[in-house]
């Protein structure tokens, strides 16, 4: 079972939550959460979110997670099982706010992938590992940001890319992996939550 909820602040609220960048964010999220990984769950929280950005003065997280969320200290918290009938449709539109990385074959080091294009292509070329197929000719690159914080003492630096159009599901196990676990990396920072709506 996952759940969806969608988490509003005002921004007297974010104020008062020092909602400043997406490590803020991460740590606001997650104290949503009771913290249960142990074992297998080390790798993963179970908690996905992408940051919605703020309009009419209020800011809005979207939240997918493997268990109910605590009654938040501040804001307002909507949460509903998501129906694994979701799951079941075989196109849809989506949106995801993803950290587009390849690993670099002189080095082996992780670097981003840079410039529209090339984001797109590398998008549409990973698609069938997360079981979908992507449809060229709707796919758009809507934003593409470079976010850096503080970690402790370390300064951390996340690419981050926007994408959206409509994808038609090639092998269903994969594709339900990709949404319940999430795709790509960075996602304790609000990346790899795939975005869906089913279409007839």
Same mark, same amino acid.
């Given at each position: ?26 740590? &606001?999220?997650?104290?949503?959460? #009771?913290? +249960?990984?142990?074992?297998?769950? *080390?790798? $993963?929280?179970?908690?996905? !979110? =992408? ?46 706010i993803i950290n587009p ?9 992780? &670097?981003?992938?840079?410039?529209? #294009?090339? +984001?797109?292509?590398?998008?549409? *070329?990973? $698609?069938?590992?997360?079981? !979908? =197929? ?18 402790g003492q370390a300064l ?45």
């Amino acid at each position: 079972m996952r759940y969806l909820s969608e988490y509003t602040l005002s921004l007297a609220e974010v104020r008062a939550l020092r909602l400043t960048d997406c490590y803020s964010l991460h740590r &606001v999220v997650y104290d949503l959460f #009771e913290d +249960v990984r142990a074992g297998a769950r *080390e790798s $993963s929280s179970g908690i996905l !979110f =992408a940051d919605k950005g703020t309009r009419k003065g209020l800011r809005q997280t979207l939240i997918l997670s493997d268990r109910q969320p605590r009654p938040p200290r501040q804001g307002l918290l909507r949460t509903r099982p998501l129906p694994e009938t979701y799951l079941q449709a075989a196109l849809y539109s989506f949106e995801i706010i993803i950290n587009p990385v390849r690993r670099d074959n002189a080095g082996g080091k992780i &670097v981003p992938v840079r410039g529209r #294009e090339a +984001v797109a292509q590398w998008f549409q *070329e990973k $698609s069938p590992s997360w079981g !979908f =197929a992507v449809h060229a000719p709707s796919l758009q690159v809507t934003d593409i940001t470079v976010e850096r914080f503080t970690k402790g003492q370390a300064l951390l630096t996340i690419a981050k890319a926007t994408l959206t159009g409509r994808l038609e599901v090639d092998d269903r196990d994969a594709f339900t992996r990709a949404v319940h676990d999430g795709i790509g990396r960075a996602k304790a920072f609000g990346c790899g939550l795939l975005q869906i709506v089913p279409l007839n």
